[in-house]
């Protein structure tokens, strides 16, 4: 089926410190997600993306994140600085079209902020 | 918002009987209920969907049912096999979306014993 590509896989970082996660969604798809999961807890949503813009952000989505997917390249997920609390599974997802499309989950980037 | 409550948390069934999760949401406007299983360590991933023009759907060994008035889904498996344990997470969207956000359960994890 589709493939969501993320990288890192994981990556262990400093608190303070900036990471950027990487998500390369499915070619054709329009619409760009992403997921904080904690270890044995659902995902929750972050925030999504369409048209070069953030449509919707949940209150998960704290100042220090930012999106973005210049032309042609990753869509992006950046925290800085990070917290230990930003430990996490980060999803990106992508889907064709809006809302009641099927999101398609990338294998995740486990996040782990000391 | 939309807010989503799943039950069981776990839920232990011999090999070869049924398992049935049980869902409810508030939003009376999503119309659009996807079902994910997620094994360890990997991504979520789709099994079954079913809109709000359906009250029930099957495929391989899975059923989905939808009462819109109780604001109410499930998800059968018959004939359970050790492959099918994993974590099965619901979800909701659309109503006044634009974008396909989706708001999970909190997770049933399945184990299926011989």
């Given at each position: 089926g589709p493939k969501v590509l993320q990288i890192p896989s994981h990556q262990i970082i400093d608190m303070g410190q900036m990471v950027t996660l990487n998500?390369?969604?499915?070619?054709?798809?329009?619409?760009?997600y992403w997921y904080k999961q904690i270890l044995g807890q659902q995902m929750e949503f972050l925030v999504n993306f369409y048209n070069g813009k953030v449509m919707e952000k949940s209150k998960l989505f704290k100042d220090q994140f930012s999106v973005e997917r210049p032309d042609g390249s990753y869509f992006t997920l950046k925290i800085q600085p990070t917290a230990l609390e930003d430990s996490a599974v980060y999803f990106c997802a992508s889907s064709l079209a809006g809302a009641g499309n099927t999101l398609y989950f990338g294998e995740g980037s486990r996040l782990i902020v000391v | 918002?939309?807010?989503?409550?799943?039950?069981?948390?776990?839920l232990r069934v011999q090999e070869g009987s049924s398992a049935s999760i049980n869902c409810t949401y508030e939003n009376s406007a999503s119309n659009y209920f996807p079902w994910y299983k997620q094994e360890p360590g990997e991504n979520p991933k789709l099994i079954i969907d079913i809109r709000s023009n359906m009250e029930r759907k099957q495929t391989q060994g899975l059923i989905v049912l939808l009462d819109k008035k109780a604001k109410r889904f499930s998800l059968h498996i018959t004939d359970t096999q050790p492959g099918d344990s994993a974590m099965y997470f619901c979800a909701a969207s659309g109503g006044t979306q634009v974008v396909g956000q989706l708001t999970f359960g909190r997770g049933t994890r399945l184990q299926v014993y011989a």
């Open positions: 998500c390369d969604p499915v070619s054709n798809h329009l619409y760009f | 918002g939309e807010q989503v409550e799943q039950l069981p948390s776990i």
